[in-house]
């Protein structure tokens, strides 16, 4: 009962972030959450240590829990380094391992095809979907640094996409599968590259964000508008 009332506080913070009920930098009362949500004060820490674990929220000693500040540079940094694990993995099983897990792959990927975007929904079947894929590789080591990015990288798109009012077209995760299936190894950063940078090449204009600030912490909002001018 506990583990299913802490899923829900996790996933009502994380529809908050999304829907802009929460917004970056705001505070978060750890009892008026637990008494908007109708739960006990367990489930609202044992959620809020899990989003503090992914980024998501940040916990200051004698000052209270917040909602992670947007960072663009955050965004690009974590995109890279969620592409080279998963790339990685993708050495690994691409071949038998992926093909024998091709129907469930097919399967998991539609979810997140079929999911409205920037929704809770689309969210929890991409991680789904990701993390079943690197699970194929039979590394736990690889899975569990996984696990720390890829949460923040997707929740931080997301909030890149609202920030700008955009609608982040993906590549089909569908199409991925059938082409991991076939691929041999030597082309498999490749086509982990193009699924994870679609819909973000504007966000990750790395070139174009250092134009707007030698400052590390400039909002995200404010260098994504300005990434939208330079390309219109």
Not at 66 to 93: G, K, P
Not at 138 to 159: K, P, Q
Not at 196 to 215: C, H, M, N, P, Q
Request: hydrophobic share 45%.
């Amino acid at each position: 009962m506990t583990e299913s009332r802490t899923s829900y506080v996790y996933e009502s913070v994380i529809r908050r972030i999304l829907s802009g009920a929460y917004r970056p930098g705001q505070a978060l009362n750890r009892r008026e959450v637990a008494a908007e949500l109708s739960v006990s004060i367990s489930p609202v820490n044992e959620a809020f240590a899990i989003l503090q674990s992914e980024g998501i929220v940040q916990t200051l000693p004698r000052k209270g829990t917040f909602v992670s500040q947007l960072d663009w540079r955050d965004l690009v940094e974590l995109t890279i380094v969620r592409t080279a694990l998963e790339a990685e993995a993708a050495r690994a099983y691409c071949g038998e391992r992926i093909a024998l897990k091709r129907k469930e792959l097919l399967e998991l990927a539609g979810r997140v095809d079929d999911a409205e975007p920037v929704t809770y929904e689309h969210l929890h079947a991409d991680i789904v979907f990701h993390r079943t894929l690197v699970s194929l590789a039979g590394n736990r080591s690889l899975a569990m640094m996984l696990d720390t990015v890829i949460a923040r990288s997707l929740l931080l798109a997301m909030e890149a996409a609202l920030a700008t009012r955009g609608r982040p077209t993906t590549m089909s995760h569908r199409k991925l599968v059938r082409d991991l299936c076939s691929a041999k190894p030597a082309a498999v950063d490749q086509i982990i590259r193009r699924n994870i940078y679609s819909g973000k090449e504007a966000f990750l204009d790395v070139d174009t964000a250092r134009s707007v600030t030698d400052r590390p912490d400039t909002p995200l909002d404010l260098v994504l508008s300005v990434i939208q001018e330079a390309h219109q």
